[in-house]
């Protein structure tokens, strides 16, 4: 889309890099323009008055400029700055992974509105629903369909016959499940329950709060977690780098009891 000279919008700010000695390159994601990159010139200067309003986690107001190669932001306000996000490191780290998410399967100034509500409504319900894994996983699934990934969850990739109740197969280059007859078709399958199946059905079609209400229990939510983020790897033939950082706090027990 077409950006008019000097524009206002509501945005996300999904990460930001320093640039010379006071100034920062944002990446937003935006309600109206999709992704956008903007300088915040002299935001690391301690009278700027853009200063804690243009942070990464921060739902805000701005006012850009349009620039010949980065917008610039003139004026921003926040909307929403999440604490229970930030002054948690657990939910701060599932945060991060949902921005990472949307900042690598979108691309700069293509508008997608439905993106922009969803991150919005996972920080939203990040911050306060528990436990909050059945969320990430509702927003992997919605944002795939939403980008044109939609994984196919009902019927056999190869012989479109319904999928029975068994041990069926995910594929990740075909984009969905196959029958255990079908299961040679693809050359790299995995394995998907019963159960797991059910849930991915389940989040493909309802709304936050019943994804709110879900409770897996532990192996139930390793499985689906595999499942999805293989399904992401393959679609970026790439690692997205916050799982690192997620399994390390796992690892360290700092999820707790809100796993």
């Known amino acids: 889309m077409s950006l008019p000279k000097t524009y206002k919008t509501e945005a996300i700010v999904l990460k930001h890099i320093n640039l010379g ?3 920062r390159i944002l990446t937003l ?8 990159r903007a300088v915040a010139k002299g935001v690391r200067r301690i009278t700027s008055r853009l200063g804690g309003h243009v942070e990464p986690l921060t739902h805000c107001s701005l006012m850009l400029n349009r620039g010949h190669q980065l917008d610039i932001v003139t004026q ?3 909307i929403e700055s999440f604490l229970p996000i930030r002054n948690d490191l657990w939910l701060t780290a599932q945060a991060l992974y949902l921005v990472e998410l949307t900042d690598a399967f979108t691309y700069e100034q293509v508008e997608n509105y439905p993106v922009y509500k969803l991150l919005l409504d996972a920080l939203n319900h990040l911050a306060r629903i528990r436990p909050a ?5 509702y927003f992997e699934l919605q944002l795939v369909g939403y980008i044109g990934y939609q994984p196919q969850l009902r019927e056999c990739l190869n012989c479109q016959s319904p999928i029975e109740p068994a041990e069926n197969f995910f594929s990740s280059s075909g984009g969905g499940i196959l029958c255990p007859d079908c299961v040679s078709s693809e050359p790299v399958v ?3 329950s019963v159960n797991a199946l059910k849930v991915l059905r389940l ?3 309802t709304d936050w709060a019943t994804a709110g209400r879900l ?3 532990p192996d139930l939510s390793k499985e689906l977690e595999r499942l999805m983020q293989g399904y992401i790897r393959y679609l970026l033939e790439r690692e997205i780098k916050s799982t690192g950082f997620l399994d390390r706090l796992r690892r360290e027990d700092i999820a707790g009891e809100f796993d």
Request: no cysteine; net charge positive; charged share 20%.
């Open 203 to 205: 989040l493909q079609r």
């Open 215 to 217: 409770h897996l229990n």
């Open 190 to 192: 995995r394995p998907v």
């Open 133 to 137: 894994t059945p969320l990430l996983r």
């Open 76 to 78: 921003s306000q926040t």
């Open 29 to 36: 994601y935006t309600s109206s323009f999709g992704k956008v």
């Open 21 to 23: 000695e006071a100034d």
